[in-house]
């Protein structure tokens, strides 16, 4: 039998949700305390990866286990797991589901402060004395539509079959002293949304005219695009799938 589990975490001390050689991962961290809790090794299949530092306020992956969960397991598993890890539920789905292959839709968000406020310090990228005009930056945020191939914005030497992506929204919102960027896409490259988020910084700032953001994309060349914005302003609040995984359908 699949099941599916709903989580969240603070990405700040993990490098990303997959298994990485070497390094603290929260994928790392989840089989653990499941194959702990349930006496079996426990191998897990996320709905991505996110690259180091990043956070999570909905993520799901999945595992096979031939039999009923025991009861209150989502309780035993937040008090085997670290505090910046939290599970929300567990639930069965049909057995072709699939967390990564599934998921119809991703929506990350990502979030700049422009005001020194201590308690923004872990979650967003903190930019103080910059000007940004929201305007332009939502001009160009536009173009991303258009386009399917995101090479201009994908980490190097990496190893996706295609790197076209179909995005569905991408546009940044003004509240007084921070900004926010959301996007949805069907699928994202590594480090392909700081990327953006980069480049449509330095639009904002007027190191990159306007019109220059489309022959960045069309270049396809990781080279052409601005530094990735900083991990920790980024995190990844949902996840969408067709109700048609469900093991009741």
């Known amino acids: 039998m699949r099941y599916f589990i709903q989580f969240s975490y603070d990405g700040t001390h993990y490098y990303g949700y997959q ?59 937040n008090s085997f797991l670290p505090s910046d890890i939290s599970i929300h539920a567990l639930f069965r789905v049909k057995d072709s589901a699939h967390a990564r292959f599934d998921a119809r839709e991703r929506v990350y968000k990502y979030r700049i402060s422009t005001k020194k406020n201590p308690f923004k310090q872990r979650y967003h990228a903190q930019f103080l004395f910059y000007q940004f005009d929201v305007d332009k930056m939502n001009r160009a945020a536009k173009i991303l539509l258009e386009y399917k191939d995101f090479t201009s914005f994908s980490k190097l030497h990496s190893d996706n079959k295609t790197n076209d992506c179909y995005i569905y929204q991408a546009e940044w919102k003004q509240y007084e002293d921070e900004l926010v960027f959301t996007i949805s896409a069907n699928r994202f490259l590594r480090n392909m949304v700081r990327a953006i988020v980069g480049t449509l910084m330095d639009i904002g700032r007027g190191k990159i005219e306007e019109n220059e953001f489309r022959n960045i994309i069309e270049k396809k060349n990781r080279k052409f695009a601005s530094t990735s914005a900083p991990a920790k302003g980024l995190t990844l609040e949902k996840v969408i799938y067709p109700k048609e995984i469900n093991y009741e359908t």
Do not use: C
């Open 19 to 77: 298994r990485q050689p070497g390094h603290i991962s929260v994928q790392e961290k989840l089989e653990s305390a499941l194959s702990k809790l349930l006496r079996k090794e426990i191998k897990t299949v996320g709905a991505g990866r996110t690259d180091t530092g990043v956070h999570a306020s909905e993520m799901y992956a999945h595992f096979n286990w031939e039999e009923e969960l025991p009861d209150q397991l989502v309780r035993k598993l």
